[in-house]
């Protein structure tokens, strides 16, 4: 079995975040920021200002890396290639997006609406990201000792 390739992890990684950073540029800055504006609102609170922004986009590249290093802890058991990458990316849509939203969902923070939309696009988010992201991924072959 190889090491883990970091440097090709991280190129993969930064492909997969930047993805994500911008699908969901697209549709809670484009396509929802209106539902968004009045979730805010509702809530008492401003809209998503620079520093919240850089802070989605971080997370967004940290989902990305994420779901490359689990690419690459799974790849030796189930195989390289999109299959694989897949699976990686279903298992991170489960635990960040799935039940990532499950709390706020649960105390009715946003319109369950605005969450479901999330989840539902973030299916699709994350498994493209990941895919793309694996293209990238190379596994260091094994040494002798």
Do not use: H
Request: aromatic letters at 12%; a neutral charge.
């Amino acid at each position: 079995m190889g090491k883990m390739n970091w440097g090709r992890l991280i190129l993969g990684g930064i492909v997969a975040g930047v993805i994500i950073d911008v699908s969901e540029g697209l549709l809670n800055g484009v396509i929802l920021m209106k539902d968004w504006a009045e979730a805010m609102k509702a809530l008492g609170k401003a809209e998503a200002g620079p520093m919240q922004l850089v802070g989605f986009n971080v997370y967004g590249l940290l989902l990305g890396l994420s779901a490359i290093w689990l690419y690459a802890a799974i790849r030796p058991r189930y195989g390289a290639g999109p299959k694989t990458a897949v699976c990686a990316g279903l298992a991170m849509w489960f635990i960040a997006y799935a039940l990532g939203s499950g709390a706020g969902m649960i105390m009715e923070i946003f319109p369950m609406r605005l969450m479901a939309i999330g989840i539902l696009w973030g299916l699709f988010e994350i498994v493209i990201a990941t895919l793309a992201g694996a293209w990238f991924y190379k596994e260091e072959p094994a040494s002798a000792f």
